[in-house]
């Protein structure tokens, strides 16, 4: 029961960054890719409707982890203190430059929005990214049950680590290429005129960087974090995964060069659901590994109670299958590309 | 300061401010409700009313939205050990609330307010709809989650210590649960009443956009009536009776009864004074809290001395204000909005320029009453942080230290006062701006303009 919340609890998380995702990943190029106001406007437009519904999913997230393993919520959350509370600052700045930027169609104040989406999208991404470096790397947890990490260290993956130390801001110069090169694609099937030329041409370089990040953060996940090759001996079917991943980054490339936008995206969609399920399986039976592995979080350790575990399932799947139901309408009646021609008079 | 405090403080600042906004958009998405459904009726402006309003609805969504987030984390973040303890509880009621209502008003605000040409007037109807239920949905998970706090039902307590939800059903169906949230969600409607009623009288004084602003002024006067009468009776004197069974000392140390005595009197105004455990300055209805706790003039109230010292809530000052504040303004609110539905029925309303003046300058109050209602809720609580059952001092997380918790308190602080500066630049120019003629309005400027009330 603790491991089929275990993997829904990561199906949740890893749809989290495959929805907000795309949106994070329009912002990081925001500056980049659309240069006057009527571009700007065409990419903010993109995922206007959608982007507060994909955030959904990580409130969601964060309430079933409250409730499925309450221990891990509550060790994680109060140890990495600092770095949420930056993170949350950035969201409620980068949801205000989406949703106020358009109340004001002066020049100053579409600007000042404009930067700040795509700063806090570019350091939102590389945040999470660290956070999950964070996870994986394991944490400082103590006989006492408890840990708290300052923002960086001495930059070592050593016992007394910091949140930013040389393997977390690895993955989270990864994780600001993977979302950038999915925000690209995003773009790419959504927009048209320039910003979708652009956008094409970002993903061309973008693809590269995640390529070569990909295969560097993998040797250093194996390098820092043992308990990896340990679950994977002990589960040779999770290869399926990363084999899963690379196949999403090629047909990714493959459909891009020949102008597929919707099944590009849906690609980088499949590559981020097989790294993250990658590092699922890395984790398990750890929910929160320790650099000290005696005092590791594991599954059972931080879930709550039979009782609880079982009775979520009869509101929680209904619910997941309406939610669904709402996504896949919200993005059917999402016009096909949102034109620049469109966005000029608005 | 001491850490506990620093974390009291900013889960206190945090989600006062926080509160400010869906108080406005559960009330506003009652009464877009009612107007849309005039309009689907054929009521003249209705529509031009209900798209100014989700103008401001949106906004203020987009502010809850982004105050209401960092309220999930800070239960794991300040308040680790009591979220270790109970989450397998209260992260059931918190995890429906992100399943059941954020999915669904997620999915259907863009529509509500950028779709009304797409989905025609059906469409549009239904997704104010929507929208009205998964913001009172979401209340409702949340002052469940709260009432979990207030009275826990529906749990076991194990060998060490540790506490398991032992029944669902108990958790959603906790009497104080559906008491809060009648009570909260009759507040949030004279909220929204108020803010409507007074924008309306603003426009009306200044003598522009007369039809619509007399159209949502009229429906915003009756439904704030009937939520300012509901707020006293039923749902605040359910509510009393509830602290009073449960919370007994609470009872006694908001209502600022110091002495158990037969025949108590209803505290009207008055100063607490903690060190003679006196008030100061009294005016009193005599006989009155032994009446409405009892139903019997002489009957015995429970006063705060014959209870322990260490249960006593730790700021009962504060508390008892908030508790005189919130009911006092309640009384006021049902006088204005009384007189409002007088004047309405006379058809005479906008005529009374005194009483348009006093709506408009009466907007802030129901902010101020919505607040301390919860402060009376929330301090009335302690010591506790689950009543009963865990201490407050017991809940916060050990190893976020004082000096990191006043950071991030700060750092809220001064992050929320350019929120606030936003929101009132961007409100105050829709204000300005005003409704615009709808497509359909060709039709009824040819209507008689005498359709007042």
Redesign the interface.
Known sequence: METLWFVLLAGMLATYVVLDGLDLGAGILHLFVARDDAERKQVIRSIGPVWDGNEVWLLAAGGTMFFAFPSLLATSFSGFYLPLMIVLWLLVFRALAIEFRHQLSDPIWTQFWDVAFGVASILLAVFFGAALGNVIRGVPLDASGVFFEPLWTNFGVGEATGILDWYTVLIGVMALATLAHHGALWLFARTDATVRQRAARAAGYLWIAVAVLAVLGTVATFSVQANVTRSLTARPWGLVLPLIAAAGLVVSFVSRRRGHGKTAFRASAVFLYGMLGSAAIGLYPYVLPARNEAFGMTVTDAASSPYGLRVALVWWIPGMVIACGYFVFLYRTLPATVSVSDVADH | MEALTLHRLQFGFTITYHYLFPQITMGLALLIFLLKSMALRGVPFANEAVRFWLKIF??TF?MG???G??M??Q????W??F??????????T???????A???E??????LL?GER?IGQLGHWIASLLLFVGTWLSGYFIVCTNAWMQHPVGYLVLADGSI???S?AALLTNPWAFAAWTHTMTGAVITGSFVMAGIGAYYVLRGEHLEVARRWTSVAVVTGFIASMAAAVPTGDIQAKLVHDKQPVTFAAMEGHFHTEDSAPLILLGQPDMDRLELDNPLVLPGVLSLLTHYRWDSTVTGLSDYERDLWPDNVPLLYYSYHIMAGLGTLFILIMGLGAIFLWRKRLFRQRWLMWTLMLALPFPFIANTAGWMTAELGRQPWIIYGLMPTAEGS?????AG?SL??LL?FMG?YAL?SV?YFF?TT?IIAHGPEPGPDADSQETAPTTVVA
């Open positions: 949106g906004v987009v939205v982004v105050t987030i960092p999930e984390f239960f794991g973040t300040n680790a050990r979220s270790e303890a109970a989450g397998g509880v209260i992260g059931q918190l995890a429906m609330e992100g399943v059941f954020f999915f669904l997620s999915s259907f605000l863009y529509l950028f797409r398991q939800l032992e669902l997380s050990i190893n976020v230290s990191n950071f991030t750092g992050l929120l936003l961007v120019r």
